[in-house]
């Protein structure tokens, strides 16, 4: 009979877990079991699990350290689309190195998306006051693209584009402002053909090729009422070729960030 080169799994499959599969698997299937790909899928949290985010990391962290344990070969955590998953079974099967990493997810996650969707700009309609910051920003930068990207749960969506008509949207593990807003200042892929996080990821492909990134946080006051700053997305520039930007205007596209930012708090003292 023939054995398969990649075993897939839910990690809450029906009767069982999918680890326990896992280490029957890996401990009494022979040589075959300990060498095969294995894969889990990890169900996204439900809003209840996440309300406090420590015990989410915690669990998390525990899921991971098994995952080590086992040698699975990827332990895919939250919301995920198809193509990234296509995308890693096909480097398994060719036992290749995959060069496409999705962003974990912020150590404040819950606070995180409970701070973007209290802005209310989710999914809202196009507004001048954005729109212009980021053509100022694409025509600062000399750049044919500047996004000003929100990250959902899921998803990240552009609450105002320049230079890609039409796009509203793409899934969050698509997203190199998944990865940005992990970090504190800008963030800049000088050639992503050239990067592990991003070689592979399909928005390097067709006519509108991403190859030079560059983004500052968007950051806002967190919904619990806090002083703390939470970030939820972030105004970013993009071209299809190698690029530096040059500390001039970076130091601009931070500025540009700050307009962003000023904007979405003059809506809250507003509603006040």
Partial sequence: DKQPSVIVLDEHLLGCAGFEVCQEIRTDMGRWGQRVSLLIIASPKTSESQDNDSISISSDSKEQQMADRLNIEDYIQGPFSPSYLLTRIQVSLLRMPLRWRRAPMARCEHRRISSLRSTGLLDSEPEERFDRITWLCSQMSDVPISLISLIDTDRQWFKSNVGLPGATQTPRDHAFCAHAILEEGVMVVPDALQDSRFADNPLLEGATTMRFYASCPI??????????????????????????LGEERLSALKDFGAMVEREISSNFVEDG
Avoid: F, Q, T
């Fill in 219 to 244: 950051r806002v006051s967190a919904s619990n009422g806090s002083d703390k700053k939470i970030p939820i997305g972030k105004l970013c520039v993009i071209i299809s070729k190698p690029r530096d």
